[in-house]
T-cell receptor, first 109, second 112 residues
């Protein structure tokens, strides 16, 4: 099993550009989530999903969209990137014991 | 370098010492508590969990203690090794498929 995979590993965007961060898991988990991690802030929940077709907002959802068309995939979309979205993004799957991907380091200039 | 450790509380120990990392949680209704380890450049990795109906749980070289009276969680690492150097996060959640709330983390530095 690959576990949780994320692409890309690194990305640089200009303000106003859009992009999609990809996340996939092969553990057949219903629960998936996206976090952002900023220095000294721990991990903050952006959006989560409890199954295909069901998503909900976390602590910091503004500026991000998600969809869950399959159990395996949970992409995160930035519609118009802002410098405040410079961060490291982690996708996770699982219930009580969440498995994290390796992260995407995003810089918005 | 990894920027997640910037401005974090830091615990420095010698190899072979026992380490204790503390965490204060916020929600008295939380049912589930987890400790994660994050090495530089990697995603958080599950270490150990404990349910609210327990006050102690042991794993391999690690013990988690839960004090619900004062909403305090601790992670004890026995015979700390250089490979234990990382940032450690506690997280709390409710029952069922619940979102987790993470603490800000503690950096553990182990010198040989």
């Amino acid at each position: 099993n690959a576990g949780v995979t994320q692409t890309p590993k690194f990305q640089v965007l200009k303000t106003g550009q859009s992009m999609t961060l990809q996340c996939a898991q092969d553990m057949n988990h219903e629960y998936m989530s996206w976090y952002r991690q900023d220095p000294g802030m721990g991990l903050r929940l952006i959006h989560y999903s409890v199954g295909a077709g069901i998503t909900d907002q976390g602590e910091v959802p503004n500026g991000y969209n998600v969809s869950r068309s399959t159990t395996e995939d949970f992409p995160l979309r930035l519609l118009s990137a802002a410098p405040s979205q410079t961060s490291v993004y982690f996708c996770a799957s699982g219930g009580y014991e969440q498995y994290f991907g390796p992260g995407t380091r995003l810089t918005v200039t | 370098g990894e920027s997640v450790g910037l401005h974090l509380p830091t615990l420095s120990v010698q190899e072979g010492d026992n380490s204790i990392i503390n965490c204060a949680y916020s929600n008295s209704a939380s049912d589930y508590f987890i400790w994660y380890k994050q090495e530089s450049g990697k995603g958080p990795q599950f270490i150990i969990d404990i349910r609210s109906n327990m006050d102690k749980r042991q794993g391999q070289r690690v013990t988690v203690l839960l004090n619900k009276t004062v909403k305090h969680l601790s992670l004890q690492i026995a015979a700390t090794q250089p490979g234990d150097s990382a940032v450690y996060f506690c997280a709390e959640g409710g029952s069922g498929y619940s979102t987790l709330t993470f603490g800000k983390g503690t950096m553990l530095l182990v010198s040989p």
